[in-house]
């Protein structure tokens, strides 16, 4: 959305104090990502009548039916716009009855189906300068669309007929089809539209050679390109003395996560990835900028207004998977307007967001150097001193599975075929010269947190935090026929005793952080005891604790509530939670997993929660789900018609 439209909408409190007007017209709620709305027609005394209203199922919207829709719809003006399908169709919806108004879909052939993010993606962007009122999505290859969003029709006056193909500004070496593409809406701040390049998983790459993940800003009412920031920084540009070695051929560095804008600042704040490749940095040598940084720039000129680096040299794919929050923090009896960056080893780093000050200390620490040939870890890594890490880090005898003597002994015996130690231990070998056969990373190479992120509440001050409790096995191998690194990943797999996991629960859990004080408030786990863990026969004298399962929910918070699914990988449970004390207020069973993160708006008087479901089962696809209170005799809360 322009500044101009911003100030029409929400005024001065645009970005950091959620969704205005009971609709959701950003991704995250508002261009600051809280995933806040004030809407309180669902509280406490009435939440545990919600029911399902409608379903809308995305089965044909694609070759065959996708079981994990991400997408997290936008509502304006009584119509819900999402994409759907592993083709990436853009749709428009009754918001009050599910039903499908038009879609658009592009046939990108052979370059769609090379796409390395081949699915739903995470949604669309909305903008509009008052009678103009358009939905940008960027395309499983790599192309950015404008479409009128009356008709779903492209914009002609956009790019090339409504299509602006983000492939001709990609820098680098390879030839980028294949190689580029994206999953999350871009972000507009002012007339200035910027897309976050994404690629394939990088444990394994074919080549240490990649395209760049460079950011542009395009004019949004054109597509003409305004500028280009280099996240790997060209010869001559500030932090190209971080690297020793691999600038003028590697690549990633993007932005594949959703990321976040001050619209009144003007400033972008990005999430940047780790460089080619994941694990592996002998060919990079150095601290690697802009790489497993928050970057924030000048959303009108692509110039740089400050960096930190959250790791240097990043070699446990530790990339900034989360998308920043903006907040209001009262603290030490002032209002810091700051950034919240979540991150995949459970910390919080938190800065004022205007000149990148740390709000508390932030620490260089000496870590594990590497034994791994031709790898040098960096020496120290940054570490903040609060608030508290929100999961657990590095592992320990302290941390394995406990439920009874058995068991824990057999994961000591588990983990001596594996180095441990403390947060940043490096990869090392599979056949390493002391017997072990790789490293055990806690949190893994997914988290923690990651794209799910978390969520804050303005009028609270309190962030609310999802992650995932469950290690990854770092351990490197030589294949010159799969690559030409020196080293790539050789297997990850890890099993527990019998089975079972190897890290005592919570596997997953919430955890509430107040930001004025910076202190933990309540953790809960996320969800209930799996069945294979509750059902287990070893288990069968043991009185399990809820136990959460190891997956990230998808968090929104109202006036009143947390509202939280449990997320792919976790059971069919949709919570409330008590904002102040974690406790569950209601439960809920969902016909799927939540997979997209939960968001609410009001229409026609009713107050809707509608979230993407999905599971492993072809015979339930991808589907949104639409959550409201009944209505009463007397018609309060009429569904209305779609307000366009």
Request: aromatic share 10%; with cysteine.
């Amino acid at each position: 959305m322009s500044v101009v439209a911003a100030v029409v909408f929400f005024g001065n409190a645009s970005a950091q104090h959620g969704a205005a007007d009971g609709e959701w017209r950003f991704y995250r709620a508002d261009s600051g990502g809280t995933r806040y709305s004030p809407l309180s027609e669902v509280n406490r005394d009435n939440v545990s009548e919600l029911e399902i209203v409608w379903q809308w199922r995305s089965d044909n919207f694609g070759p065959e039916p996708e079981l994990r829709g991400q997408t997290t719809p936008l509502m304006v003006d009584g119509v819900l716009y999402a994409t759907a399908g592993a083709t990436r169709n853009v749709v428009a919806i009754d918001a009050g009855t599910g039903q499908t108004l038009w879609m658009y879909r592009l046939d990108e052939g052979e370059r769609g189906k090379l796409g390395p993010r081949r699915f739903s993606g995470r949604g669309v962007a909305y903008w509009s300068d008052g009678p103009d009122q358009r939905i940008y999505f960027v395309t499983v290859g790599y192309r950015l669309v404008a479409l009128d969003a009356g008709t779903g029709l492209p914009v002609e006056s956009f790019g090339e007929s409504g299509i602006l193909d983000l492939m001709k500004d990609v820098g680098g070496s390879q030839d980028p089809v294949g190689r580029i593409g994206s999953s999350s809406p871009p972000v507009i701040v002012g007339d200035v539209i910027v897309a976050g390049p994404a690629f394939h998983p990088g444990f394994r790459p074919p080549t240490k050679e990649n395209v760049r993940g460079d950011i542009h800003g395009y004019d949004v009412r054109t597509g003409e390109k305004r500028w280009t920031f280099h996240t790997i920084p060209m010869p001559g540009e500030p932090g190209r003395d971080t690297w020793e070695s691999g600038a003028d051929f590697t690549g990633n560095t993007g932005v594949w996560t959703p990321f976040t804008a001050d619209l009144d600042l003007g400033y972008l704040y990005l999430p940047v990835e780790a460089p080619t490749s994941d694990l592996y940095g002998g060919h990079r040598l150095g601290d690697n900028l802009y790489g497993s940084s928050l970057v924030c720039l000048d959303a009108r000129t692509g110039e740089r207004v400050w960096h930190f680096q959250l790791v240097h040299h990043d070699i446990w794919d530790y990339d900034v998977g989360t998308p920043p929050i903006l907040a209001d923090i009262e603290s030490g009896g002032e209002t810091v307007q700051a950034v919240v960056q979540l991150t995949k080893q459970s910390f919080a780093f938190v800065f004022d967001r205007t000149t990148g000050k740390p709000l508390w200390p932030i620490e260089e620490r000496p870590v594990p150097a590497s034994d791994v040939p031709g790898e040098r870890a960096a020496a120290t890594q940054p570490f903040p001193t609060m608030p508290a890490p929100y999961d657990r880090q590095g592992v320990s005898e302290d941390d394995l599975i406990d439920f009874t003597p058995e068991l824990r002994a057999e994961a000591v015996e588990i983990i001596k075929r594996f180095r441990v130690g403390p947060l940043y231990q490096p990869p090392s070998v599979a056949d390493a010269a002391d017997g072990t056969a790789g490293t055990l990373m806690l949190p893994g190479a997914v988290g923690g947190a990651a794209w799910e992120s978390g969520a804050f509440d303005p009028e609270t001050g309190i962030l609310y935090v999802s992650s995932s409790t469950g290690p990854t096995v770092l351990s490197l191998v030589t294949d010159p026929d799969a690559s030409n690194l020196q080293f790539i990943a050789g297997s990850m797999r890890l099993s527990g005793p019998r089975g079972l996991p190897l890290i005592k629960p919570p596997y997953g859990r919430i955890t509430a952080i107040d930001l004025g004080t910076a202190q933990h408030l309540w953790m809960q786990p996320n969800g209930d005891t799996p069945r294979a863990v509750s059902e287990h026969p070893a288990l069968s004298s043991v009185d399990l604790a809820r136990t959460g399962s190891r997956s990230r929910a998808g968090i929104l918070v109202t006036k009143s509530l947390v509202f939280a699914g449990e997320g792919w990988g976790g059971g069919n449970g949709f919570y409330a939670y008590d904002k102040l004390t974690g406790d569950v207020v209601a439960r809920f069973e969902l016909p799927g997993t939540q997979t997209g993160l939960p968001m609410t708006y009001l229409h026609g008087g009713r107050q809707f929660i509608v979230m993407s479901v999905g599971s492993r089962r072809p015979e339930m696809p991808a589907r949104l789900v639409a959550l409201a209170l009944p209505l009463t005799e007397a018609g309060d809360g009429s569904l209305g018609g779609s307000g366009r």
